[in-house]
């Protein structure tokens, strides 16, 4: 009998030990889920060799640099001379601070990874790094569509130019194509970084991208995806609708000037802005709508290279070449005191 109850405590006491363990791996689990958040990112490198890390690092500051002293000339050339405080010179400051702020969002990191061989960026940079980049491309497309508006009204109505966009009307849509830019990259950015990330923390660009962050998402994200996939096609689609509308009226009203000359000036006004609209649009069109079997990492490097980086360099060249007196004079300006400072140095 004796025996008999020491072996039907044992058993308890083996029953007693044994049932936690069951719920153990799942509490481990938890735990381990909560304890292993991420932290930081690893960034896609260039290059694995030293001598390609470094040779990004020159080719990233020299595009860096001209895309700042472009656009700083751009800036500058506005804002003193005051034959052009006009309204689509207005439009063309505030598109060359976005150029400035979007170029400024991703290259220094790259530089900088590529510089010190290095791939991490901290989760609030990344999410920093991602709103700001979304803001400033997502303004910058608002800005064009006001700039298509800002043409057709000077070639369709010339005669109500000045009614239409006086200095309050052109700070009022300015400002509105900012604050879609804030409203949109804040709700991509609480989406994105409200979502559980388990799948790993490498993501497979040089910067913090939208897409490369929701796929080390471990949740369901369609319900999610499909939301903003439908504001996105809305403030897309819309933007570009009105701007293909507004450049129908103006060949429209181009083709029925009777001098050639006449509609030679006139189509010169819209081309800068056909040609920067085209670049943005093209480039980053083909990066998000690509097929997926033409898809692979350096294709994606070399496409997000071109959507984020090429454009804040070229479009102040693009709209230089319409009206090269004042920017030359800004440029002259610049190396005249360049030289007067030198020779007083060296004095």
């Known amino acids: 009998m004796r025996n008999s109850f020491d072996f039907l ?26 304890d292993s958040s991420i932290t930081e990112f690893l ?14 690092f020159w080719l990233f500051l020299g595009i860096y640099l001209a895309a700042l ?39 220094p990191k790259a530089m900088a990874n590529s510089l010190w061989d290095t791939r991490d960026i901290s989760y609030l940079g990344c999410a920093a790094q991602l709103f700001l980049f979304v803001f400033f491309i997502s303004a ?22 000045r009614t239409l966009l006086g200095s309050r009307a052109c700070v009022h849509m300015a400002a509105a194509a900012w604050g879609t830019g804030f409203l949109y ?38 319900l999610r995806e499909a939301g903003l996939l439908v504001v996105s096609v809305c403030l897309v689609l819309g933007c570009f609708v009105f701007m293909v509308l507004s450049y129908v009226q103006i060949f429209r009203a181009v083709l029925s000037i009777p001098s050639e000359q006449g ?52 479009n102040p060249l693009l709209y230089s070449m319409r009206n090269q007196e004042p920017f030359r004079k800004v440029i002259s300006w610049m190396i005249f005191n360049t030289d007067i400072f030198s020779i007083a140095v060296q004095k």
């Open 140 to 161: 910058e497309y608002s800005l064009l569509t006001v700039m298509a508006y800002d043409r057709y009204i000077a070639i369709c109505k010339p005669l109500h130019y």
């Open 43 to 56: 960034l896609l490198a260039f290059a694995d060799t030293r001598e390609l890390q470094l040779l990004h």
């Open 69 to 107: 002293l472009a656009n700083g000339i751009i800036i500058t050339a506005i804002a003193c001379d005051h034959r052009l405080h006009t309204p689509m010179y207005f439009f063309l400051l505030n598109l060359s601070l976005l150029d400035v702020g979007s170029i400024s969002t991703t290259v």
């Open 9 to 34: 405590r044992k058993v308890s006491d083996n029953l007693s030990l044994s049932f936690p363990s069951w719920t153990v791996p799942h509490a481990q689990r938890q735990q381990k889920s909560s």
């Open 263 to 314: 509609r030679h000036k006139a189509f010169s006004t819209c081309l800068p802005h056909l040609a920067v609209v085209s670049l943005f649009l093209s480039t980053a069109t083909f990066a998000y709508l690509k097929p997926p079997s033409i898809s692979s990492p350096s294709l994606d490097l070399v496409l997000a290279v071109l959507y984020s980086v090429v454009p804040p360099a070229v």
């Open 185 to 222: 990259a804040l709700l991509h950015t609480a989406n994105t970084f409200s979502l559980p990330l388990c799948h790993g923390d490498a993501v497979g660009q040089f910067f913090c991208e939208i897409p490369h962050i929701l796929k080390l998402s471990c949740s369901d994200t369609y």
